[in-house]
């Protein structure tokens, strides 16, 4: 059974995600102080590691490979996320 959980993350560059197996992360935004990912999960799967990149508004993108999940705007920053 199918369920939306949700995933603190960090404002970093890169960093390991621990999702049941084919899980689809539908967003990424700002919830009070902290990033949070929202995510369509199967808990009765295994949990596997995704990668998770994180790039400012004019910085450059060092992957070519990556799958664009979400844009957050955080005051007068901007962060888009993908994963690789």
């Not at 404002?11 to 990912?37: F, H, K, V, Y």
Request: net charge negative; with cysteine.
């Amino acid at each position: 059974m199918e369920t939306i959980y949700k995933y603190e993350i960090a404002l970093t560059d890169s960093q390991a995600l621990s999702l049941p197996a084919d899980a689809q992360i539908l967003s990424i935004q700002e919830q009070g102080n902290c990033l949070c990912a929202w995510a369509r999960v199967d808990t009765c799967k295994p949990e596997r590691d995704r990668t998770i990149i994180c790039c400012g508004t004019g910085n450059k993108i060092e992957q070519d490979s990556m799958r664009f999940i979400s844009t957050v705007q955080m005051g007068s920053f901007v962060w888009h996320f993908f994963e690789l």
